[in-house]
């Protein structure tokens, strides 16, 4: 079945560096999504990519979607304290309307 | 009030025991979805439902039932719970038209403990 498969599984940043975690889907998607979850929240949708080769900004974050559609990744310039949390990625295949989730990767940003 | 609200938030019990987590929503939202959270794992699809009548196993269904109550309302059942079942369960809805109608907004969550 569909695998996404998400690296790092953690990182500790000092405040003021910048973050990449990278998704990788073993089959291809129809569309892509990332999502936050604060310690001790829920997970809350950042954004939805569903163009070949797509880049989108959200003010410190660039989220791209590869060319293939079968990865993607989420960049975070100069991070700040407020950026700790887990980044899921959630692919959703062509004819399903499902989405499978990433394992994760936990932020810690050092002040 | 929270769009998408799930009952109880803390629950512990003990193996064997039959135990019920709600979800209600006000999104007036088609689909709904019940995942599981488990460190390093990340979130698992256990079941989810288009509508009152549409009910669909996920990747991880196998000791657990869902019940589609009303559009609003969404079960998730332990027949017998294990202590592998240990996790956050986490319930989500998403709309099916109108701007971002792809967002899965999640309820807060149900840390649930078998003993």
């Known amino acids: 079945g569909q695998q996404v498969m998400q690296i790092p599984q953690y990182q500790h940043v000092q405040e003021g560096e910048d973050f990449t975690t990278y998704c990788n889907s073993s089959t291809t998607l129809s569309n892509i999504q990332w999502y936050k979850q604060r310690p001790g929240g829920h997970p809350v949708f950042l954004i939805q990519?569903?163009?070949?080769?797509e880049v989108k900004k959200q003010k410190r974050l660039t989220f791209q979607f590869g060319e293939a559609k079968k990865n993607s990744s989420l960049h975070i310039t100069a991070t700040q304290t407020t950026d700790v949390g887990t980044y899921f990625c959630a692919g959703q295949s062509s004819g399903t309307y499902k989405y499978i989730f990433g394992t994760g990767t936990r932020l810690k940003v050092l002040a | 009030d929270a769009d998408v609200t799930q009952t109880p938030r803390n629950r512990i019990t003990k193996t064997g025991k039959r135990i019920m987590l709600e979800c209600s929503q006000t999104k007036g939202h088609d689909r709904m979805y019940w995942y599981r959270q488990d460190p390093g794992l990340g979130l698992r699809l256990i079941y989810y439902?288009?509508?009152?009548?549409?009910?669909n196993k996920g990747e991880i269904s196998d000791g657990y039932s869902v019940s589609r109550q009303a559009q609003a309302k969404f079960s998730l059942s332990l027949e017998s719970a294990i202590p592998n079942q240990t996790a956050l369960y986490f319930c989500?809805?998403?709309?099916?038209?109108?701007?971002?109608?792809?967002?899965?907004?999640f309820g807060p969550g149900t840390r649930l403990t078998v003993l």
């Open positions: 989500a809805t998403r709309g099916t038209s109108g701007a971002g109608y792809n967002e899965q907004f």
């Open positions: 990519l569903v163009k070949s080769g």
């Open positions: 439902s288009f509508d009152v009548k549409d009910i």
